[in-house]
């Protein structure tokens, strides 16, 4: 079953308020990456950042929707 | 000893991991070993770290994955594999492995002199093929 991009987008967002973030299919509609900058990682270890992610979407890792997830953080740019 | 009479005294599989992470100052949770990784994911993890020629303990998740699961949940909440830890803490999978070890952090947390640029390292954000990546196999 494909996941819904948009779906897991909004979940991320809700999370992390203020955060940008794209979710993009790697291959096949389960092994998908989450591209996200938030305000709430400042001062975070990077795998604390990719927990913080992980734990927006996890029911849906939890119900098999996805199978694998990259992600990828960083710092919103400044200014 | 199994008799049951003993079972308040058996370390459970969470405080056996618990142990080897104490134990250990770098150790892998991987697929497979390092000289026959059984994950895309796990060879590449294996690769840096022969890269900047660390000494580190491996341990083979795959035959007793769920109970390791379940462990590494417990202890760090986190339940796929490969596992980096580095002096008790869990440093992360094979993604964060990857940008640390690009932008030099890895070596710095492992006390390793950077090898110099590699033109086959990843680039800090690149991307595998998405056709030709490897597959992570999930239970």
Request: charged residues 20%; hydrophobic residues 40%; proline residues 8%.
């Amino acid at each position: 079953m494909a996941a819904d991009l948009a779906e897991l987008q909004s979940m991320i967002e809700d999370a992390l308020p203020g955060a940008s973030v794209e979710v993009l299919d790697e291959g096949g509609g389960d092994h998908l990456r989450a591209v996200v900058a938030a305000p709430q990682f400042d001062g975070l270890t990077t795998i604390d950042q990719h927990r913080l992610v992980r734990a927006a979407v996890q029911t849906r890792m939890d119900d098999g929707t996805i199978h694998a997830l990259s992600i990828t953080t960083s710092l919103p740019a400044a200014g | 000893m199994n008799e049951s009479g003993t079972s308040g005294n058996e370390p459970t599989v969470t405080e056996k991991v618990r142990e080897l992470i104490a134990e250990n100052e770098v150790l892998l949770f991987m697929k497979g070993t390092p000289e026959a990784p059984q994950c895309g994911f796990s060879m590449r993890v294996v690769g840096i770290l022969d890269q900047l020629g660390t000494d580190y303990a491996a341990l083979d998740v795959l035959p007793a994955l769920d109970p390791l699961r379940e462990a590494t949940g417990e202890i760090a909440d986190w339940r796929t594999f490969p596992q980096l830890y580095v002096k008790g803490n869990l440093v992360g999978g094979c993604d964060i492995v990857e940008e640390m070890y690009a932008s030099g952090d890895l070596a710095g947390l492992l006390g390793v002199e950077a090898p110099p640029p590699n033109p086959d390292a990843p680039a800090p954000g690149a991307m595998p093929p998405a056709s030709s990546g490897p597959i992570q196999i999930e239970e």
